[in-house]
């Protein structure tokens, strides 16, 4: 299965993530903050269908929450994460793919990561005409980029500065 296409906005994007906020918070409690982010998470904009899910917490509690998210099934992927971020991804049961990824973000909401992603997916939220844009780059960069996560990802960096440096 190719990794990188891209695909149109689906209306169920927010229920699904809304489902699994509270399959997370029931096992974390309601001390976490969990946000919608990334490209599911902004109406009309179009991308890979994954499900991003930013969960903040103290960064104190980053082992024992590690321990719970891999008791709902999520996998650390550490080579993803960084300095302020722990990465997981996990598979779960979807009516209109068969299976759809979920990828998880654990960091502080204090931290610079944070700030950004949410800040991004708020700018897109409010400027549809850039959501336009995004989802156009996104296109082109998923037909260009051969597998390649790299060049993927660094096709969209500039859109990514452009917004973040505003």
Do not use: C
């Not at 996998?75 to 299976?99: K, V, W």
């Amino acid at each position: 299965m190719k990794k990188y296409v891209f695909k149109p906005y689906n209306k169920h994007f927010p229920s699904l993530f809304e489902k699994e906020k509270e399959r997370i918070i029931h096992v974390l409690g309601k001390h976490i903050i969990v946000e919608h982010v990334g490209s599911t998470a902004v109406p009309g904009l179009g991308g890979k269908g994954i499900i991003d899910i930013a969960l903040g917490a103290k960064k104190d509690a980053f082992a024992e929450i590690t321990k719970h998210l891999q008791d709902l099934g999520y996998e650390f992927r550490p080579q993803f994460s960084t300095a302020e971020r722990l990465y997981f991804i996990t598979f779960l049961p979807d009516s209109d793919e068969g299976t759809r990824r979920y990828h998880l973000h654990l960091m502080s909401p204090e931290g610079r990561e944070w700030k950004e992603m949410l800040y991004f997916r708020d700018y897109l939220k409010a400027h549809p005409e850039e959501v336009t844009i995004y989802a156009d780059l996104k296109k082109a960069a998923s037909e260009e980029v051969k597998e390649e996560g790299e060049r993927y990802r660094a096709l969209k960096a500039p859109f990514f500065k452009k917004i973040l440096d505003l």
